[in-house]
């Protein structure tokens, strides 16, 4: 439960790894900044969604999804200063236990992309603790790159939600999405099937 | 033509002869394949929760703060289904960042429902303060909305409005007036 027995992973490269063990065509809803960047950068795919503000709501649009497509396991991004921002998300996926989200806090401790200013995440707040206590039994550290994998596999058939909190380093993101907003959201309806192109 | 409307509905599907302001609001959910609903309680909402929570056609339940049930019905829409948000005034005015930086730049259709607070009777200063901010909002977003006074267009308003969001692929706010509800007031 020590974070600080954790090793200090990098953003991409974790997200480079999520992105390789999806097969099924699972959809990733990327939080605003670098965790959508480094989503970005680790490879589109149709069933990517990436915020352009709306801070903190990451996991409540991945929990529509979850609900609107209860076969498709949908996977969240979010950082640690965005999920301090809304909390009580994780209390209300823990109540409805939708059995396909999977979500994963990026947490470095700052808010990296405003000047790495600290969040209490960095001292005081521990993440997997908050989301167990709201509810969320299923909420693990990852204790390195390979006990992440073998996290987000466990995750793949598990009959509940699931939370795994990465700690990462203060590097930024090293791709920047494309800040087009009703293109993300139609491509992001084409991958999961919803419409056809025109 | 709407309460004719409302008649025909009323003859198929069950408790539909409710003629009520919420009877008439969860038939036209209903009618129109809306099914999930997130809210963030009021009191006068109620009974048109209460009867959601009721209705096995409907996912409905509470969530923490308003933006997070506009997040979730707006990935069920990018996810194939319908939702609309239940909230009361002073809610609404948390709203402003994740209407102009999700729902309208992403093209969202999405349906809220305002419990108004704040005029014809209210006794808290800050609800009636609160209350001031949400047109103005609205307006400055250049976003749908509809304030509904009278039983009689509470379908015809309602129902139009959901279908024009979802074929405008923009969002919509129906204001539920006390004229409307009857209102919170001192002595309840």
């Known amino acids: 439960m020590d974070t600080r027995n954790t090793k200090v992973m990098n953003r991409f490269d974790v997200t480079s790894r999520l992105i390789g063990k999806l097969k099924h065509e699972e959809a990733v809803i ?10 970005w950068a680790a490879g589109h795919r149709p069933q990517n969604f990436y915020m352009l503000g709306s801070m903190g709501l990451a996991f409540p649009i991945a929990l529509g999804v979850a609900l609107a497509q209860p076969d498709r ?10 999920l301090l921002m809304q909390l009580g998300a994780l209390s209300t996926i823990a109540t409805l236990k939708p059995k396909n989200l999977i979500m994963i806090v990026m947490d470095n401790g700052i808010y990296q992309i405003t000047g790495a200013q600290p969040t209490p995440a960095a001292s005081v707040a521990d993440i997997v603790a908050i989301a167990t206590g709201s509810g969320l039994a299923n909420s693990a550290w990852a204790a390195d790159e390979e006990d992440f994998e073998r996290l987000v596999e466990e995750a793949m058939s598990a009959v509940e939600p699931h939370l795994i909190a990465v700690r990462i380093d203060d590097k930024p993101g090293v791709g920047t999405t494309r800040r087009d907003p009703v293109q993300i959201r139609e491509r992001f309806m084409h991958g999961l099937g919803v419409r056809e192109p025109l | ?92 005015a948390t709203l402003a960042n994740v209407l102009a930086s999700l729902a309208v730049p992403y093209q969202i259709p999405l349906i809220m429902f305002v419990s108004e607070r704040g005029t014809l009777g209210e006794f808290n200063y800050g609800q ?25 267009e509470l379908e015809f308003i309602t129902d139009r409005s959901i279908k024009q969001a979802v074929t405008t692929q923009a969002p919509v706010a129906l204001i539920l007036n006390p004229l409307l509800t009857g209102g919170k007031t001192f002595d309840k």
Request: net charge negative; proline share 4%; charged share 20%.
């Open chain 1, 30 to 39: 990327g939080g605003i900044g670098n965790t959508n960047f480094d989503l």
């Open chain 1, 73 to 82: 396991r949908v996977f969240a991004l979010e950082g640690d200063g965005s």
């Open chain 2, 1 to 92: 033509m709407a309460v004719a409307e409302q008649q025909t509905a009323s003859q198929v599907a069950p408790g539909a002869g409710d003629k009520s302001w919420h009877g008439i609001v969860l038939q036209t959910l209903k009618r129109n394949e809306i099914s999930l609903v997130p809210y963030v309680p009021d009191r006068v909402l109620t009974p048109l929760i209460s009867n959601l929570h009721a209705d096995p056609f409907f996912t409905t339940f509470a969530t923490a703060r308003e933006e997070e049930a506009v997040g979730i019905v707006s990935g069920a829409w990018m996810g194939g289904r319908r939702g609309a948000v239940l909230m009361q005034t002073s809610g609404f």
């Open chain 2, 128 to 152: 009636s303060l609160v209350c001031r901010t949400m047109r103005p909002v609205l307006d400055s977003l250049a976003l749908e909305h509809h304030t509904i006074t009278r039983l009689d």
